[in-house]
């Protein structure tokens, strides 16, 4: 249920083809109301000949105004993609509102189309009043959705605009992971079947793990069963390759294809159960902006704060364990879940490498790590405080180790990265 959400949110053609679908409905309703009550002493009143004029107007300049918006739309995921990352032209496409204009345009059309059919052919006759009301109102309200998507376009192709959105969807899927974290009893002692006296449930297809819910596992396998997870969500996978692994092996065939149904493959990675995906978009246009082609160190450094904000609350967040029991006896092993230490090296590994170059980068960098070694120590968390360290310390060893930054240079970046004062000041002295 929940792929298949995800999966019309991420569509360009479900919500508009909806939209257009009740643009028919309403011209047959509307038409029906019409021809049964009307005509009504409120609305627009106007002859059959004045009608036709109207709505054949409003269906021309509604079509060609959508090959428009078409138009703009694909620039902007063009413009995404070669500005950003590739991979964040999926906030683009998810984009209600692009949507909902594309298609009130197309349902405008599509009205005004259907209602010319309940139009006399007298042309001094009356038109049917509701019919050509409701045009009018449908041909505004596009105009205000239009105004309206032109000025979220502009701002949605900030880069600020852009990272925050990545940032905001990522800290959703943290708060729902941590939600699900705590309904999950931790098994202390782990069990080591042989699990080749069991079964292997192997992946149906190439492919990304987009969702594996635990508890859609544990619901299908017989009690006392041990499930060992041979993938993780964001890995991709190879047709043929284990995908789980069963002990014991059960009686019945369609519980493999139970577990094999309970794990989505999907042709694109997602961020559904993978904030690990929000880390590469966001290190993916830091490295872009800090390419020889682009050179933009300030937008590098931007990328750089937002990962220092997501990071502050993922790795103070109850994150799954590897081991968690079910009900009846079921366990549910994940050997290959990411670690918080992992989740660090994701975020600041590449920037490390690229950034070193770029003082003013390398510095904010210097200051992030600082920043969340703090709030990890002030937090009591201090299990990855070691991994924010060693980030910490080959950041400084490269830096330090170029030539073309002078000493007075270094001095100022040694006292963000080293220093006593706190880390959030922008002034060392």
């Known amino acids: 249920m929940a792929a298949g959400v995800y999966r019309f949110r991420e569509s360009l053609f479900a919500l508009p083809a909806l939209v257009v679908v009740a643009g028919a409905v309403l011209a047959e309703v509307s038409g029906y109301i019409d021809r049964t009550f009307g005509p009504f002493s409120w609305g627009m009143k106007m002859n059959s000949n004045a009608a036709?004029?109207?709505?054949?107007?409003?269906?021309?300049?509604?079509?060609?105004?959508?090959?428009?918006?078409?138009?703009?739309?694909?620039?902007?995921?063009?413009?995404?993609?070669?500005?950003f990352s590739p991979r964040v032209m999926r906030s683009f496409i998810r984009d209600r509102a692009s949507q909902t204009v594309i298609g009130m345009l197309v349902a405008t059309f599509v009205y005004c189309v259907l209602t010319l059919r309940h139009i006399g052919a007298d042309d001094a006759a009356p038109a049917p009043t509701l019919s050509t009301t409701l045009a009018v109102v449908l041909a505004v309200s596009t105009v205000v959705l239009i105004i309206a998507y032109l000025n979220r376009l502009a701002h949605g192709l900030q880069v600020g605009e852009v990272v925050r959105s990545i940032a905001s969807e990522a800290e959703k899927v943290i708060a729902n992971t941590s939600r699900s974290a705590h309904r999950e009893i931790r098994v202390d002692r782990v069990p080591e079947p042989d699990f080749t006296e069991g079964a292997t449930v192997h992946a149906p297809r190439d492919g990304w793990v987009t969702q594996a819910p635990a508890e859609l596992v544990l619901a299908v396998v017989p009690p006392g069963s041990v499930v060992r997870m041979e993938t993780r969500p964001g890995a991709y996978i190879h047709c043929g390759e284990p995908l789980l692994r069963i002990h014991p092996k059960p009686e019945r065939?369609?519980?493999?294809?139970?577990?094999?149904?309970?794990?989505?493959?999907?042709?694109a990675r997602t961020m559904q159960q993978d904030v690990d995906f929000a880390l590469r978009q966001l290190v993916d246009i830091a490295l872009r902006a800090l390419s020889q082609a682009i050179n933009d160190p300030t937008t590098a450094t931007e990328v750089v704060l937002r990962l220092g904000s997501l990071l502050r609350t993922l790795l103070v967040t109850d994150s799954p364990v590897p081991a968690i029991e079910g009900a009846d006896g079921r366990i549910l092993l994940r050997p290959w879940i990411l670690s918080p230490d992992e989740y660090i090296e994701h975020a600041f590994e590449q920037i490390r490498q690229a950034g070193s170059a770029q003082l003013h980068v390398a510095t904010a960098l210097a200051r992030v790590l600082r920043m969340l070694i703090d709030h990890l120590s002030e937090q009591g968390r201090t299990e990855s405080v070691p991994a924010l360290q060693h980030q910490l310390r080959l950041l400084v060893d490269a830096v330090v180790a170029r030539p073309e930054f002078r000493p007075e240079d270094l001095e100022r970046f040694r006292a963000v990265a080293?220093?006593?004062?706190?880390?959030?000041e922008h002034r060392t002295d």
Do not use: C, K
Request: charged share 10%; net charge negative; no cysteine.
């Open 253 to 267: 065939a369609v519980i493999l294809r139970r577990l094999e149904a309970a794990v989505e493959i999907s042709n």
């Open 418 to 424: 080293e220093g006593s004062a706190d880390p959030a």
């Open 52 to 83: 036709i004029w109207l709505l054949s107007t409003v269906a021309g300049a509604t079509i060609t105004t959508a090959g428009v918006v078409f138009s703009l739309t694909v620039v902007s995921l063009q413009l995404a993609s070669s500005q």
